[in-house]
């Protein structure tokens, strides 16, 4: 049993295949990479019992279609708003939660004057409230 190979002679490595698969799986690699989102479960530690915040932290500001607006058990017109605001909201902390009920009669432009004014006051959690 002679073999005739011939040991001379060099086997040339056809890496085409391997260089086309690779770069499909860089492609596939550079179009999911931005969409995957990690979320790692976190289990709180139990802290101590703490009373809840209070409703009465909350500001309603209501308006009616007459223009007339509605804090508690005051109210005021669009022209003194601003400052009566300013001085009503002196003791409440800026992060308590306002609520704007505007009537969907009012003009765009006394909704805004009434969201930018608590604003202006320095309140950063402002919602403006709607039917449904």
């Known amino acids: 049993m002679s073999s005739h190979f011939n040991w001379d002679e060099n086997p040339d490595l056809n890496i085409t295949p391997l260089v086309d698969i690779m770069l499909v799986l860089l492609a596939i690699l550079m179009v999911t990479a931005p969409v995957v989102v990690y979320q790692e479960e976190i289990t709180l530690p139990r802290g101590s019992k703490s009373s809840k915040v209070q409703e009465d932290s909350k ?3 209501r308006i ?10 005051n109210t005021y ?19 308590t939660q306002v609520s704007i ?7 765009y432009d006394h909704v805004m004057h009434i969201l930018k004014t608590v604003k202006e006051t320095g309140f950063v959690r402002i919602a403006l409230v709607t039917d449904g």
């Open 77 to 95: 017109t669009l022209k003194e708003f601003a400052d009566s605001f300013a001085l009503f909201s002196n003791g409440y902390d800026k992060n």
């Open 59 to 61: 500001i309603e500001i």
């Open 64 to 73: 009616d279609k007459n223009q007339v607006i509605y804090i508690k058990d």
């Open 101 to 107: 009920r505007a009537d969907k009669h009012l003009l």
